[in-house]
């Protein structure tokens, strides 16, 4: 990996309206020099407003953007020296792919040779040197977005945005693209922000996720830290799948069907509380024809995901999910009485049912 | 199996082929008859006298018909570059900024295909008469009512070319890499509506070069005015005329047609490529 060049970015207290619709409420984040922080949330969240304000493409209503240490808030797009690959195929389809990669440099007075050559060796970092001469319409979907990705970068910006740029393509292109945009941007060093829906995309390519609802940001952390301690239930349910079983606050942890677990909050009062429980924390731990408890019931669907597979079982008024590994989940087929183990994980507590 | 399906393939093909070749004549007949009538007529020679050019010779030696020309072609060019300028950037700026304004702007535009010529005669014509008294009454001035009657049809024109790309998205993306806004109307957004730009002007000057009604009745000598005026003097120098604007007119759509073959010719040259991509893979 080379060494990290780019600059800090920071979103201080971004606000948006759309009419009556609050898209950003105060938003603040700040994004270390070199550092890709993905943004992710449901749609109408606020995650791409943040993104095309950072990009210049709207107006805040109030609040700063500042890049470098430069407050760029009142900065036309055109002036701001950022870098975007959208969504939508943007490709200028009266260019060939050269073309598209030189046309930033081509704004910035750069010579026509060292704009070829610069076009050039930028589709050679995305691995697209042999389609220099090929329109959009002649390439597939992850080949127009890995020459965005070029034309992005040929212009060497300070920030690089990506907006959903992978949810256009098929999932086996999409997680190869995903794979080199992260090498491409640690090569380059720069610092990056990644909007997207899909959380598995978010947690595999970020140093940070920010979770984002109504308009606010509700964890940024790591990838780890917010799949696995999950700062709000909004987050435990929205990153990864959650079992959501009713239990009592008290002892400092929580009583769920007989197990006690510890707590990600601290000073929750004692009390009936739903645990947020993940798949991967329920094990199977026997047969459950020979005993009867709170966490004994029949597999009702057995979901297979490959290495794992997903086990749903009916424990009389709840379903829960428990993730094991393939092998462990084929001995227990649909129907058969099992008996469940809950991992004694953190686990967060949510009072609205 | 397969001797069959190709045979199939090649009887739908022979059939269609056919179909196509009917059609050609039929539109062909249906076009050239007229013409080649009215050639005929402009060409008799007076009484027994032997067929003659002499109406088309004559065309020149009629002042007030080639001024008449002159006026029209000027006033085609000035009607389609206002067309133009006005139509482009506000079509474009509508779909960007304003979307809500677009059904709006489309109502506008379309509103001179529903009132008929000798309305908007009526309309314009104090206007004109304040307009000849204070400022010029030249012939040229026609070119802002001609503005209005081809507006309809150069909006239908240009909407279709801005509805076959992402205006949004191209316009962000050329503005994300420093293009100032005219620069992103001038290198992507018109480079790919070029087609629908030509549409639009060729529909701009076939109907200023037959336009008749506003310029007879606001009292202006263009060329459809001269033909007429012409016609009760020399029928045959007005018909050799009328033939001529004819073939302009069927001259500059071939012109238009061969300017979009030679761009598709050009770009399948540059990438050695005709069809869709084989073997393009992520």
Redesign the interface.
């Known amino acids: 990996m080379t060494e990290r060049s780019g600059v800090e970015v920071r979103l201080e207290n971004l606000q948006r309206r759309y009419g009556a619709v609050v898209a950003l409420d105060g938003l603040s984040l700040t994004i270390a020099p070199g550092e890709l922080v993905a943004l992710l949330g449901p749609s109408g969240c606020g995650k791409t407003t943040a993104l095309r304000l950072l990009?210049?493409?709207e107006d805040a209503d109030g609040g700063r953007v500042v890049v470098g240490g430069n407050d760029v808030t009142g900065l036309?797009?055109?002036?701001?020296n950022?870098?975007?690959v959208?969504q939508?195929?943007?490709l200028?389809?009266?260019m060939?792919a050269w073309e598209n990669v030189a046309?930033?440099l081509q704004?910035?007075k750069v010579g026509a040779a060292e704009r070829k050559k610069r076009a050039l060796e930028t589709l050679e970092l995305v691995g697209l040197d042999r389609y220099a001469?090929?329109?959009a319409s002649?390439?597939?979907?992850?080949?127009q977005q890995?020459v965005?990705l070029a034309?992005?970068l040929a212009?060497r910006p300070q920030v690089l945005?990506l907006d959903e740029p992978l949810s256009a393509?098929d999932a086996k292109?999409r997680g190869?693209?995903r794979d080199e945009i992260r090498r491409i941007q640690l090569e380059v060093g720069i610092t990056t922000l990644f909007v997207t829906h899909d959380q598995e995309e978010a947690l595999a390519i970020a140093d940070r996720v920010g979770v984002m609802q109504s308009g606010k940001l509700e964890q940024l952390d790591s990838p780890v830290a917010v799949y696995s301690r999950p700062a709000t239930p909004f987050v435990a349910d929205f990153v990864g799948l959650t079992n959501r079983i009713p239990g009592e606050v008290k002892f400092g942890g929580v009583e769920v069907r007989g197990t006690q677990l510890p707590l990600v909050q601290k000073d929750v009062p004692a009390g009936a509380a739903i645990a947020l429980v993940r798949p991967e924390a329920v094990t199977i731990t026997g047969d459950g024809d020979a005993s009867s408890g709170p966490l004994v019931g029949t597999v009702i669907a057995v979901a297979f995901l490959g290495a794992t597979s997903r086990v749903t079982v009916d424990l009389g008024d709840i379903t829960v999910l428990a993730q094991l590994p393939t092998s462990d989940a084929a001995e227990h087929p649909a129907g058969t009485k099992v008996k469940l183990a809950l991992r004694p994980d953190p686990v967060l507590v949510d009072r609205h049912e | 199996m397969a001797a069959v399906t190709r045979g199939i393939q090649q009887t739908r093909r022979i059939k269609l082929e056919a179909f196509r070749a009917v059609v050609f004549v039929a539109a062909g007949i249906f076009f050239l008859v007229p013409i080649g009538a009215m050639f005929e007529f402009s060409t008799r020679g007076a009484g027994d006298q032997p067929r003659t050019l002499a109406a088309w010779q004559s065309i020149g030696t009629y002042p007030d018909l080639v001024a008449a020309i002159i006026a029209s072609l000027e006033l085609a060019a000035i009607t389609t570059v206002a067309m133009l300028v006005l139509l482009v950037p506000t079509m474009v700026w509508v779909r960007l900024k304003l979307p809500r304004l677009r059904r709006i702007v489309e109502f506008i535009c379309l509103l001179p295909l529903t009132i008929p010529a000798i309305v908007l005669v009526v309309g314009l014509f104090p206007l004109y008469n304040w307009m000849g008294n204070n400022f010029s009454d030249s012939i040229l001035t026609l070119a802002f009512a001609y503005l209005v009657l081809v507006l309809p049809y150069s909006y239908r024109a240009l909407d279709v070319g801005l509805a076959a790309?992402?205006v949004k998205?191209?316009s962000?993306?050329?503005?994300?890499?420093?293009?100032?806004w005219l620069?992103v109307m001038w290198?992507?957004i018109v480079?790919?509506i070029s087609g629908a730009i030509l549409n639009a002007a060729f529909l701009s000057v076939a109907l200023v070069l037959g336009e008749y009604t506003l310029a007879n009745n606001l009292l202006y000598n263009n060329l459809q005015v001269e033909i007429a005026m012409l016609g009760r003097a020399n029928a045959g120098v007005s018909i050799a005329v009328a033939v001529a604007s004819l073939l302009f007119a069927f001259a500059v759509l071939i012109a238009i047609s061969f300017v979009g073959r030679s761009r598709r010719v050009r770009?399948e040259a540059?990438?050695g490529?005709t069809g869709p991509?084989q073997g393009?893979?992520?």
């Open positions: 990009a210049g493409l036309p797009a055109n002036r701001r950022v870098g975007m959208f939508a195929y943007s200028f389809p009266h060939v046309f930033g704004m910035r001469n090929r329109y002649q390439m597939s979907g992850g080949q890995r965005a034309r992005a212009i945005l393509l292109v190869r693209l | 790309i992402d998205t191209l962000e993306a050329a503005r994300s890499l420093g293009a100032s620069t290198r992507v480079p790919n770009k540059i990438t490529l991509l393009a893979s992520s």
